[in-house]
């Protein structure tokens, strides 16, 4: 089966930018505005990734995976009703608020949903800082009078991480990305955000955003002090049971497929350029879903991919 790529869906966020038209010689709907996420692959009842060209042109992402599962996903998924994967581009150009996601045993008694995700830092300026986790000895007690005095900040792990490296993000785990980078954002199919804390600043509309301090209190996990970025193990940056994520480095000539011959995989360009059996190419800031059975892709350059995966 051919290669399915589907049309962006562009986020205007406060803390966004023009990187995504600068990078990637995208066209982003309004030449004014900062646009923080470009939402890839998403299955959601109000967000709809959607099949820009061949076969299947105009289907939606749901549609694929509600009525065409086993012949372009493989066999062997559960009856889930949506696709459990979710893929962004992150374009910070300012701090992005402090904030937490539900874990799964607290998530329904706080109305959302649970959210486990990685970051994978494409670019970034020198000096950029991610916020995660607490610095060492940071209590809740300690915390929740930093939220009384807007300190919240000072209590926050800081992270100068390099382009190419990459982060695991657990349900539970405080964090921010800073001002000044470009990342690909693998998740749970969710959107549920508790922001606990937003550098006081305002909104898009002129107003504060909503903060969800109740919410995060009980989400945050207090014992989870001053983690690193993650080592690569081999190809792989991520496993958990809501996706698999691995690096892969081709050089001119070599080809990349699924991992199995009966499942699909999603591909993500983050360096070179990709061509397919048909001649299609897909450069860099493409996302690609090969289908179960897909043809090899190409590197037409020393290329380095992003290879997602459901756990088998």
Known sequence: MEPITFKPLYMQRVWGGRELERVYARHLPDPAQPYGESWEIVDRENEQSVVDQGTYHDSTLHDLWMNHREEIFGEGFSDQP???ILIKVLDARDDLSIQVHP??????SLSGEPKTEMWYIADCDPGAKLYVGLKNGITRADFEKSIADGTVADCVHAITPQPGESIFIPSGRLHAIGAGFLIHEIQQNSDTTYRVFDWNRLGLDGNPRELHVGESLASIDFQDFEPGMDP???DNLASCDYFKTDRK????GQTITNPRDDRFSILCVVEGLLESDGGTRFEKGRFILLPRDGAPLTALEDSTILQVTLPM
């Open 103 to 108: 874990p799964a045993h607290l998530a329904a």
């Open 249 to 252: 480095s081709l050089e001119l």
């Open 82 to 84: 949506r696709f459990p």
């Open 232 to 234: 690569p193990v081999g």
